[in-house]
C-alpha cells in the first residue's frame, strides 16, 4: 500500500458546527424472519454529545444491540435518519459507509473478532492499512504499548488470554482516534477482575481521544461509569438516568 496516494478524509458536519456526535430521528428497524416480520426498534430517537458516554440497559431482546449496530453504521435502519460525526449514514453507499467508519468509528465487541492469522501487531495495524496509512505498524505498536502488551506485539490471538484479546480488540478500535467509540458488552466474555481492569483501560483511552462511547451491556456497575443511561425495553427507550 506504501507509495499509493492516500485518500482525502471524510470531513464532518460535527466537526465543523460542533453538533451532536450521534443523532437517531424516530429509528424503526424490522427484520424478516420464518414466523413474519419482527419489529426490532419501534421508534427510537436520541441525541448523543461529543464526548459523552451513553450506556445502553435493557433485558436480551430489548433492541440494545440492534440499536447499536444501526447507529454504527453496521445495520440499516428500516426507516428513520441516523447521523454520526454529522454524517447521514443512509446518504452514503457501501464503500463510502466502509470508510466513514475506518475513519471515524471504532467498535468492540463481547467477541473480539481478531483475526486468528494476523498477529496482536498485525491485527491492529489492519484500520490504519485500510487507510493507507504508511505508520500502520508503528502507530500500533504504540496503541499496544498504550495497553500493555508491547511484549505480545507477534503474538496470535490464540497464544493470548481472553483479557488479552480484548485489549488487542481495543487497541484496534483506538488506534485511529475515532471519534465514537461503540462497544457491545465488551466484559461479556471475561472474569469479573479482568473485566474490571478492560473497563479502566477502555475509559482511560476513550478520555484521552476525546471520543464519545456507546455502550451497550448488562452490568449496572459498568453503566453507572458513563454519564447517562438510557433504558430499552421492547425496541423502546422507556427511561433515562443522568449522572453528570
Known amino acids: 500500500m506504501?507509495?499509493?496516494?492516500?485518500?482525502?478524509?471524510?470531513t464532518t458536519a460535527a466537526e465543523e458546527t460542533g453538533t451532536p456526535s450521534i443523532q437517531i430521528e424516530d429509528v424503526r428497524l424490522t427484520?424478516?424472519?420464518?414466523?413474519?416480520?419482527?419489529?426490532?426498534?419501534?421508534?427510537?430517537?436520541?441525541?448523543?454529545a461529543r464526548g459523552e458516554a451513553l450506556a445502553l440497559l435493557g433485558p436480551s431482546g430489548s433492541g440494545k444491540s440492534s440499536l447499536l449496530m444501526v447507529a454504527a453504521g453496521l445495520e440499516a435502519a428500516t426507516s428513520g435518519r441516523v447521523s454520526v460525526a454529522g454524517q447521514r449514514l443512509d446518504a452514503l453507499n457501501e464503500d463510502q459507509l466502509a470508510r466513514f467508519r475506518r475513519e471515524h468509528v471504532g467498535i468492540v465487541f463481547q467477541?473480539?473478532?481478531?483475526?486468528?492469522?494476523?498477529?496482536?501487531?498485525?491485527?491492529?495495524?489492519?484500520?490504519?492499512?485500510?487507510l493507507r496509512r504508511s505508520d500502520a505498524?508503528?502507530?500500533a505498536a504504540e496503541a499496544?504499548?498504550?495497553?500493555?502488551?508491547?511484549?505480545?506485539l507477534d503474538h496470535y490471538p490464540s497464544q493470548l488470554s481472553g483479557g488479552e484479546q480484548q485489549r488487542v480488540a481495543l487497541a484496534r478500535a483506538m488506534v485511529?482516534?475515532?471519534?465514537?467509540?461503540?462497544?457491545?458488552?465488551?466484559?461479556?466474555?471475561?472474569?469479573?477482575?479482568?473485566?474490571a481492569a478492560i473497563v479502566e483501560l477502555m475509559f482511560s483511552l476513550r478520555a484521552r481521544a476525546g471520543a464519545t462511547l456507546f455502550l451497550v451491556t448488562h452490568e449496572q456497575?459498568?453503566?453507572?461509569?458513563?454519564?447517562?443511561?438510557?433504558?430499552?425495553?421492547?425496541?423502546?427507550?422507556?427511561?433515562?438516568?443522568?449522572h453528570r
Open 221 to 242: 456497575t459498568l453503566a453507572a461509569r458513563c454519564d447517562r443511561i438510557l433504558h430499552m425495553k421492547d425496541g423502546l427507550i422507556v427511561a433515562e438516568e443522568r
Open 111 to 130: 467477541s473480539f473478532h481478531l483475526v486468528p492469522t494476523m498477529t496482536a501487531l498485525e491485527n491492529v495495524a489492519v484500520p490504519l492499512e485500510l
Open 2 to 10: 506504501l507509495g499509493m496516494r492516500e485518500p482525502a478524509p471524510i
Open 137 to 139: 505498524f508503528a502507530k
Open 31 to 48: 427484520l424478516a424472519s420464518a414466523a413474519g416480520p419482527v419489529n426490532i426498534l419501534n421508534g427510537v430517537s436520541l441525541e448523543v
Open 144 to 152: 499496544l504499548e498504550a495497553v500493555s502488551l508491547k511484549h505480545r
Open 176 to 195: 485511529h482516534e475515532p471519534e465514537v467509540l461503540f462497544a457491545d458488552e465488551p466484559t461479556g466474555n471475561l472474569d469479573g477482575a479482568t473485566g
